[in-house]
């Protein structure tokens, strides 16, 4: 079974500071696929990052960074230069390869707050 | 940007009736997704849905769900008789490749 831990129920920032969201992750598969996704208050999840069990780089998307550190099975997902459109929930989710279906499996999410 | 969009984007029901939320996918996309996510809550998986028919479902994904194609084009999931903790967002989504894409949501209200 697949696990993700999100500990931060809860994260401030001051505008243009980076900020690390952590997650977690536990599973006995060797081949998956960790993700982050937005979600604002209008309710829709968006798609930020993707980093592959075999990448050997961290993803990166324009300002998100995925921190990955296998050895430790964390995927946190930083966030450079934030910016107050960056206020919303934070869900990281991974992905077994090796299962049909391919589901997700998410964490219960960080609210994000940044402050002007 | 090619998007996955849903319908409606909210309903209300009685208990005991059925409901259908429609998703129309990325084209080219072979795999079809439904998750829920409860008020407050973290996202679930349902059900997942590849060459037409069902590759993998949850437990949440019992007798009273249903999943189809029936168009080609179009993806539905039937709810046959709602319940008040059926309540909640329900999203379709697409992988390509790596990536899974969600659509706006469908929240749907059991009074």
């Known amino acids: 079974a697949q696990k993700i831990t999100q500990t931060q129920p809860g994260m401030f920032v001051q505008e243009k500071e980076a900020v690390t969201l952590d997650c977690t992750y536990d599973?006995?598969?060797?081949?998956?696929?960790l993700f982050w996704y937005k979600q604002p208050s209008s309710g829709e999840m968006i798609f930020l990052i993707y980093?592959?069990?075999?990448?050997?780089q961290n993803a990166t998307e324009g300002r998100y960074s995925l921190n990955f550190q296998k050895a430790r099975k964390s995927a946190n997902l930083v966030i450079s230069a934030s910016q107050l459109g960056d206020s919303a929930m934070y869900f990281c989710?991974?992905?077994?390869?090796?299962?049909?279906?391919?589901?997700?499996?998410f964490g219960e999410g960080t609210q994000l707050t940044v402050n002007p | 940007e090619p998007e996955v969009t849903q319908t409606p984007s909210h309903q209300v029901t009685q208990m005991g009736q059925e409901v259908i939320l429609r998703c129309v996918p990325i084209?080219?996309?072979?795999?079809f997704y439904w998750y829920r996510q409860i008020l407050g809550q973290k996202v679930e998986f349902l059900v997942s849905?590849?060459?037409?028919?069902?590759?993998?479902k949850s437990e949440i994904f019992d007798d009273q769900f249903s999943v189809e194609r029936p168009d080609g084009s179009n993806f539905t999931l039937k709810i046959r008789s709602t319940k008040l903790e059926d309540s909640a967002m329900y999203f379709c989504?697409?992988?390509?490749?790596?990536?899974?894409?969600f659509g706006p949501g469908t929240r749907l209200t059991v009074t």
């Open positions: 989710a991974m992905r077994s390869a090796e299962t049909s279906g391919s589901r997700l499996t």
């Open positions: 599973t006995s598969d060797q081949s998956y696929g």
């Open positions: 980093q592959g069990s075999y990448d050997e």
């Open positions: 084209s080219n996309h072979l795999y």
């Open positions: 849905f590849y060459n037409n028919e069902i590759s993998e």
């Open positions: 989504a697409n992988r390509d490749r790596n990536e899974q894409y």
